[in-house]
């Protein structure tokens, strides 16, 4: 199974609302990441776990806010969004943080944020 | 400054023809190169990865070539299908952090029928 799994697909908030992005993996990789990926750019890095503990933070606002419940799991928590967050939101995994030459990224399809 | 540049921006051809396309990168110390295709609105899916060591990679009718005296790398389609119409973006991992990927801004193609 090389499946990095995301829920939901689409989303559609308003800037009072507070919502949840969830990402699953079941490869046993211990490092997780969230991307934001605006339309025609590419991703741009947001927070990186590294055995369920945030390892990188990429000076985010906290209005996102990150959690690792367990290896499997990863949520992004969204709270006082503004319009400009409106973007993909992708969850990705790796076997480790750092893990040689061969290392590689799985990435999921992507959560599709709209913010009102 | 880690960068990765690709070319063309966007390319149409035509059912069934070859096309290549390419990426320079400054990326330094290198560990490995990937070539990822992405539907609009859809997570990357990975075709290809290459190290230092790997000249050319396979992946059905895609092939990543990687030059790394002179940080080049091409990937070609060879007979095109209109599934082949996405994003194609130049992942380079490495750098004084290994965990970060350095991203290509991607070539478009679109295959006409």
């Known amino acids: 199974d090389t499946e990095v799994t995301q829920t939901p697909k689409h989303l559609v908030m308003g800037m009072t609302n507070k919502k949840s992005l969830k990402c699953e993996q079941h490869?046993?990789?211990?490092?997780m990441y969230w991307y934001k990926q605006k339309a025609k750019k590419p991703p741009e890095l947001m927070f990186v776990?590294?055995?369920?503990?945030?390892?990188i933070n990429e000076s985010v606002p906290s209005r996102f806010s990150p959690e690792c419940p367990n290896s499997s799991l990863l949520n992004l928590h969204l709270h006082a969004l503004q319009p400009e967050d409106s973007a993909l939101y992708l969850c990705?995994?790796?076997?480790?943080?750092?893990?040689?030459?061969?290392?590689?990224?799985?990435f999921g399809p992507g959560t599709r944020l709209l913010v009102l | 400054k880690n960068q990765v540049e690709q070319s063309p921006q966007s390319l149409i051809i035509l059912e069934g023809k070859n096309c290549t396309l390419q990426?320079?990168?400054?990326?330094?110390?290198?560990?490995?190169l990937r070539w990822y295709k992405q539907d609009t609105g859809r997570g990357p899916v990975s075709l290809t990865i290459?190290?230092?060591?790997?000249n050319t990679k396979s992946n059905g009718r895609y092939t990543a070539t990687l030059d790394a005296d002179t940080k080049q790398s091409s990937l070609h389609i060879t007979a095109s299908q209109l599934s082949d119409s996405a994003s194609y973006i130049c992942?380079?991992?490495?750098?004084?952090?290994?965990?970060?990927?350095?991203f290509g801004a991607g070539t478009t193609v679109t295959v006409r029928a």
């Open positions: 992942v380079v991992r490495g750098g004084s952090n290994d965990y970060k990927l350095s």
């Open positions: 290459m190290t230092f060591s790997e």
């Open positions: 776990y590294s055995y369920e503990k945030l390892s």
């Open positions: 990705a995994s790796s076997r480790n943080l750092a893990g040689g030459p061969q290392e590689t990224q799985y």
């Open positions: 490869m046993g990789h211990r490092a």
């Open positions: 990426c320079n990168y400054t990326v330094s110390p290198f560990s490995n």
